[in-house]
């Protein structure tokens, strides 16, 4: 089988070799189980002119066009398993991805590079040709949608006067403001003609067609997908009903001081009665059946039965870590060397496993790149060394951490000692926000590319028998 771990043999063969592979290994299996091509691709079938997903069935005989709109950092994977069922049924798609990988295959549909985290030129005509495309569209028509984290900034299309100038300025100060991801989601999906439910409300209400939507959730927090191929609630992208308010938006700007910070089209907008308007909190469920392939608690869900399966003890700690990067690494060195030296909370040989979405506070003198797992692994390598039979990795899921390339590291005892014989301060290196070029410098990035799904963070730890 393919690996996912692009990079998985230099990294699983040097030094702390068993603990490496041991980690490695169930990484690269969980992001094969949690893909979700294969995971559409279990509950979506066509037989004939019927169409099944799930436990739900279409008579495309009654249909007239069939389209395909996208956004998000799985798209790509979730788009292709949707053109691998329907191939030339599908009239038209319309995707924003990412990164565009050789091996992606779509059928009849059109591929944008959006920008992410901030907008640029590409989304935006991905967003205009999905209107386009929508208001031309009938009762009989039936739409597809695919979306995963990251299609804020993917898919974007700013109601006027806000320029596109405007929105990526307000989104990279948004970012930075220190606010939750819901709170900077209020302003940034009031101030879009498509976030916020606003696609799905012109698909169902405005155009009465029906919408099939496919979900990856990345919130920390939700329980675990029980079955996914029963239809299920949702909210918080352009393809469901919204969960924010015109009055959170307007709380957000005015609790973090961004008054006078934001673009002025921006604060004019939010806070003017006549122009704002609220996205929509429900679809109809006559016309909209949504299906969440997976979300961040799967993760965990499925490395430890994984682990199970190779015969290993596994602990999850925690779907819901938090916190600044590097401290949450340094906590799971100490949980390792608990479990090294005093067989608690568990005993060795085991995996601990956890999974969420930590931050970097970047400030304003970083001096290299990284991203939260690439600073996670270097806090962890710190409280692990100079220890033997032990390995800790995180990945950002989606496949790049931060602003790299990379979806992250992996590090064990001898790190720290590698680091310093190539001229790395482990220290320096957390404090100015280099670990990426850090760990590039050791050879111990890891390298996925698109991975096809977007679970935030995953952390995964071994720990060897004596």
């Known amino acids: 089988m393919i690996k996912k771990i692009r990079n998985y043999e230099e990294i699983a063969n040097r ?55 996208g956004a998000g950092k799985a798209c790509n994977a979730m788009a292709g398993a949707v053109c691998k069922v329907l191939g030339e049924r599908i009239t038209k798609g319309i995707i924003s991805v990412k990164i565009v990988e050789e091996e992606d295959c779509y059928c009849n549909t059109e591929v944008y590079v959006g920008g992410h985290p901030l907008p640029n030129t590409e989304g935006i005509k991905a967003a205009k040709k999905m209107l386009e495309v929508i208001e031309s569209a009938s009762p009989q028509d039936l739409f597809i949608s695919v979306c995963s984290g990251g299609s804020s900034a993917l898919l974007t299309c700013p109601m006027a006067p806000i320029t596109l100038e405007d929105e990526i300025a307000a989104q990279d100060i948004l970012l930075k403001s220190g606010a939750k991801i819901l709170e900077i989601n209020a302003v940034r999906r009031h101030i879009s003609q498509t ?43 352009p393809f469901g009903g919204d969960q924010t308010s015109v009055k959170e938006a307007r709380e957000m700007i005015i ?65 819901y870590l938090e916190g600044e990067s590097s401290q949450a690494g340094v906590f799971l060195s100490s949980l390792i060397r608990e479990i090294k030296y005093q067989d608690n909370p568990v005993k060795k040989p085991c995996f601990v496993v956890c999974a969420g979405e930590t ?49 992250g590291g992996i590090v064990d005892g001898n790190t720290c000692e590698r680091l310093e014989a190539a001229g790395e301060n482990i220290f320096e290196a957390l404090r100015y926000h280099s670990t990426g070029n850090a760990l590039e410098r050791i050879g111990d990035y890891i390298y996925t590319g698109n991975t096809g799904t977007n679970l935030c963070d995953l952390n995964i730890c071994y720990i060897e028998a004596e």
Request: glycine share 10%; with cysteine; proline share 3%.
């Open 359 to 407: 931050t970097c506070n970047i400030g304003q003198d970083p001096r290299g790149v990284g991203g939260p797992s690439q600073e996670l692994v270097l806090g962890m390598a710190m409280g692990l060394k100079g220890i033997r039979g032990v390995a800790g990795a995180s990945i950002d899921t989606e496949g790049t951490d931060g602003p790299t390339m990379y979806a």
């Open 195 to 237: 976030n916020g439910g606003r696609l799905a409300e012109k698909i169902c209400h405005e155009k009465g067609a029906e919408l099939i939507s496919f979900q990856i959730s990345d919130a920390v927090g939700k329980p675990g997908i029980a079955d996914i191929s029963q239809p299920a609630y949702f909210r918080g992208t």
């Open 255 to 319: 609790n973090y001081g961004l008054k006078d910070k934001l673009p002025k089209s921006v604060v004019h907008y939010i806070f003017d009665d006549s122009q704002v308007r609220e996205t929509p909190f429900d679809i109809d469920e006559g016309k909209i059946t949504t299906f969440v392939v997976g979300n961040l608690a799967d993760s965990c869900k499925a490395a430890k039965e994984i682990a199970e399966r190779m015969g290993e003890n596994c602990m999850v700690l925690t779907t």
């Open 15 to 69: 030094c702390e070799v068993k603990a490496r592979q041991k980690v490695l290994q169930l990484m690269d299996l969980t992001l094969q189980e949690v893909d979700a091509y294969k995971r559409i691709l279990e509950i979506m079938h066509l037989d004939g002119e019927t169409l099944s997903v799930g436990t739900k069935k279409w008579d495309l005989r009654t249909k007239n066009n069939i389209y395909l709109l």
